[in-house]
């Protein structure tokens, strides 16, 4: 009896000590189709969109590569993008929460949105700018989004500074 247990003991050892061999399991087709997708949380507070960027500049460019106004549709923002016309003349006759447009052009689109009937905060986007640029601009507006980036967390200031603006209108 001692023996036949003490065999069993080896013969286990033997097995367990052997390297683990690589299994791909019939699910693994799906897991790896869906690593790369990336949830967009639902915004709490939905905000009204302008998207005001030069089309022949970087951030149009880096916009369309991060895919940003997808990305805001997915958490319920209203997106709307400005055709080639004057910023101030647009705000004039329509309503937004929040203009989104070059860190160049952000300076003239402030004074242009503080002028406007619906007074929307600015949020410039970002390009490859160097960390005491960026620094500065964070101070100065209410967001703002670095690019290129794959990161999302400009959607939870956005909606962050949301639910402030609607805290302060009046009821």
């Known amino acids: 009896m001692k023996k036949t247990v003490s065999v069993a003991l080896v013969a286990a050892s033997l097995v367990l000590s052997l390297p683990p061999r690589d299994a ?28 005001a960027m030069n089309p022949q500049g970087s951030g149009a460019t880096a916009t369309r590569a991060m895919k940003l106004e997808t990305t805001l549709r997915q958490a319920g923002h209203s997106v709307e993008t400005m ?12 309503n937004y929460d929040f203009v989104v447009t070059d860190l160049d052009a952000a300076a003239p689109a402030v004074r ?26 964070e101070k100065a507006y209410v967001v703002v989004i670095p690019a290129p980036s794959r990161s999302v967390g400009y959607l939870r200031a956005i909606d962050t500074a949301m639910g402030a603006r609607q805290s302060v209108a009046p009821h």
């Open 24 to 51: 791909a399991a019939c699910g693994d087709k799906f897991l790896v189709i869906g690593r790369a997708t990336q949830r967009v949380q639902r915004a709490k507070h939905p905000a009204s969109i302008l998207l």
């Open 83 to 94: 055709p080639a016309a004057p910023l101030a003349t647009w705000l004039q006759t329509r």
């Open 112 to 137: 242009d949105a503080s002028a406007s009937p619906s007074k929307p905060a600015v949020i410039p986007v970002a390009v490859e700018t160097p960390d005491p640029a960026l620094k500065a601009a």
